[in-house]
């Protein structure tokens, strides 16, 4: 075979075996494709007549971007910039504008930069356009949906932008089947949506509308199509899985330009790695079809905060919380957060489905009676409050409006009533991080005998920084069927021996390099990361792989084809290269990133 025939093969054919497990993974010297991307002022940038010709392309929907920011960096002391950082806490005003993102960067790592043009993309054909015209002109091509990407991977300077907030129809099915698996499955509930659509949007017309439980991520305002692409855990996770492997079936714009239709009957390969294999490296994923549940009774929630008098009351505390989850949370009703503070606090935010407000009293009243037991170790800073609540008015916003402090509306004029957040979801609007680390947390540290080592873990960490476990983030303990569907998705299967994922994370206010007064403190951030640094080394120690979820983990992640991909990764290269040979989709650790330089303009390696 001659080095072209065996060049055009590795584009089919996985060029290290499945088991391959070394990383950093080598990368052979011979480039393939474009070699560079093109910036303005390059001669080979489109003419303002290309331009023009792709905005009647795609229905006069093409925007010269301008972020609101620039003006800011002109003019900081004015009126409109200070109205920006006010507005800038509000995450549908950052969604809704063209040239923002929900994190504005992080520090030494990423800045939010607008694009230079975006197709505010109605229809598939819309995306076909703006795919075609960015491979044909070797532009730098992003794509954002919701913007939530922690790793700013939905935003790049002078690129092209995909947007799709305006895809967002969604179509509720009592019976639906893929295209082409017509005998092969049975048909199921379930619920067509638009890539651009968020969670918030599908829950009002699953959940609220339509009585049924779809698998979505805990936060209202992150995009469907960004956070499957993830993989994907929202609060009930611990009982229905990861929203990646409720896909049925997606419509996906590849390279070349095609319309593809993937599901387990066509396209299988591209259908697995769009299942957790990352955002913005396989192709525009225009449409999603996910399966529906039934709904249970009630869903509800129990808070608690608990400051322990000593640190040899708090290293008690936490055996006891650690030993009463493995007791009596270790199973499908419950998920979400337990977190452990500097300052010896205990922060307890758990959720659960599938039990009433006795149900919930009676799981929890040992672990209230242990603690009354020791008023002179525990103070109890609030709570506990256990609330449960009828499942389909959950995510009503007329609903949740009766409960103080629980969602903040959207406070633009004129904004759809139903635009609401989870107010613990307020800080991280226009954040600037400073800090994010993750990894999963095996389930053998329930056994009673090795409690204690994650415990002196847990508590060594919070003499640095808070750490927190989020329950509803690993499989373990799960029902056989969800984790099934997940060992059919792309994500590292480290996820299934998990009980928890555990982040550690910290941010600043929104602010912008540039704009006086509103600067990134770096100095804070960069203690901030050495902190969490600290914290995830005393956790780390106890692990036997760097496993950690690709949406809610490092920018820095050295080894990220394992921690995120695990032994999945060399096939997922494999389907990238079939479907995308030329990198025409790159994002920061990304699957085949790492054949491009950091900006991903300039191949640094070929395939
Ligand atoms: C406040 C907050 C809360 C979060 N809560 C959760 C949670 O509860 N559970 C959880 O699992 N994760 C959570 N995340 C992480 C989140 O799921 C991921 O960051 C997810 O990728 C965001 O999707 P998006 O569309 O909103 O973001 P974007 O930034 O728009 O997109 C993320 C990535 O997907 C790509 N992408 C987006 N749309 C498409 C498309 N149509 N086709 C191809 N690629 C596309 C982008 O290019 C980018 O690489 C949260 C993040 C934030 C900021």
Not at 457 to 466: D, Q, V, Y
Request: hydrophobic share 45%; proline share 6%.
């Amino acid at each position: 075979m001659n080095r072209r025939r065996l060049l055009q093969a590795g584009a089919v054919i996985p060029l290290v075996p499945d088991s391959w497990r070394g990383w950093p993974r080598p990368v052979p010297a011979a480039a393939v494709g474009p070699s560079s991307r093109v910036r303005p002022g390059d001669s080979e940038w489109p003419a303002a007549a290309d331009w023009e010709r792709l905005n009647q392309d795609v229905g006069g929907r093409l925007i010269k971007v301008e972020s609101p920011l620039a003006a800011c960096i002109e003019a900081p002391e004015s009126a409109t910039c200070t109205q920006l950082f006010g507005a800038m806490k509000n995450p549908y005003y950052l969604g809704d504008d063209v040239g923002l993102t929900q994190t504005l960067g992080w520090v030494d790592a990423w800045t939010s930069r607008a694009s230079v043009y975006a197709v505010a993309a109605r229809t598939t054909e819309d995306v076909i356009a703006a795919v075609n015209f960015a491979r044909e002109h070797h532009l730098r091509l992003v794509v954002k949906g919701g913007g939530h990407s922690y790793q700013g991977t939905s935003n790049a300077a002078d690129s092209l932008l995909i947007w799709t907030r305006r895809m967002n129809a969604i179509t509720v099915h009592d019976a639906f089947v893929g295209t082409g698996c017509e005998g092969q499955f049975e048909p199921q509930p379930a619920v067509t949506v638009e890539a651009g659509a968020i969670w918030g949007q599908v829950y009002d017309a699953v959940t609220t509308k339509a009585g049924r439980y779809v698998q979505g991520g805990g936060c209202l305002t992150v995009g469907v199509a960004g956070l499957i692409l993830s993989g994907g855990f929202g609060s009930f996770s611990k009982a229905y899985g990861m929203a990646a492997a409720s896909l049925l079936e997606a419509e996906i714009v590849t390279a070349d330009g095609a319309v593809r239709i993937a599901n387990a009957c066509t396209h299988p390969d591209l259908f697995w790695a769009i299942k957790g294999g990352g955002g913005g490296s396989f192709g525009v994923v225009t449409k999603l079809t996910v399966r529906t549940h039934d709904l249970p009774d009630f869903f509800g929630a129990v808070f608690t905060t608990v400051e322990a008098a000593s640190d040899d009351a708090y290293r008690r505390l936490i055996g006891r919380i650690i030993a009463f989850y493995g007791e009596a949370l270790f199973n499908p009703h419950w998920g979400e957060q337990i977190a452990f503070r500097p300052g010896n606090v205990l922060d307890i935010a758990m959720v659960f489905q599938g039990l009433d407000q006795q149900q919930a009293e009676t799981t929890w009243r040992p672990f209230f009676d242990w603690l009354a037991a020791s008023p002179q170790d525990f103070s109890i800073e609030s709570g506990p409050t256990v609330l449960a609540a009828p499942a389909q008015p959950f995510w009503d916003p007329q609903f949740l409006a009766q409960v103080p402090g629980l969602v903040v509306a959207d406070d633009r004029p004129g904004a759809p009533e139903t635009n609401v957040f989870w107010a613990s979801n307020l800080e991280e609007a226009g954040q600037v991080l400073h800090g994010y680390q993750s990894a999963w947390l095996p389930a053998a540290f329930l056994q009673q005998a090795r409690q204690h080592s994650l415990v002196d873990a847990l508590f060594a960490a919070t003499r640095h920084w808070s750490v927190s476990l989020h329950t509803n983030k690993g499989l373990a303990g799960a029902p056989a069927d969800a984790i099934d569907a997940a060992r059919q998705t792309a994500i590292n299967p480290a996820v299934l021996d998990a009980f928890a994922l555990i982040i550690s994370a910290a941010e600043g206010p929104p602010a912008y390099p540039g704009v006086p007064g509103h600067e990134p403190d770096r100095t804070t951030a960069r203690n901030h990361a050495e902190a969490i640094d600290k914290a995830m080394h005393e956790v780390r120690t106890l692990l036997p792989s760097s496993g950690a979820y690709l949406a809610e983990s490092d920018f820095f992640e050295a080894a990220w084809q394992e921690a995120f991909w695990g032994p999945n990764y060399a096939k997922l290269l494999a389907v990238k290269d079939t479907y995308d040979p030329d990198d025409l989709f790159i994002v920061h650790h990304g699957a085949g990133s790492e054949r491009w330089s950091a900006d991903g303009f300039t191949r640094v390696g070929g395939r």
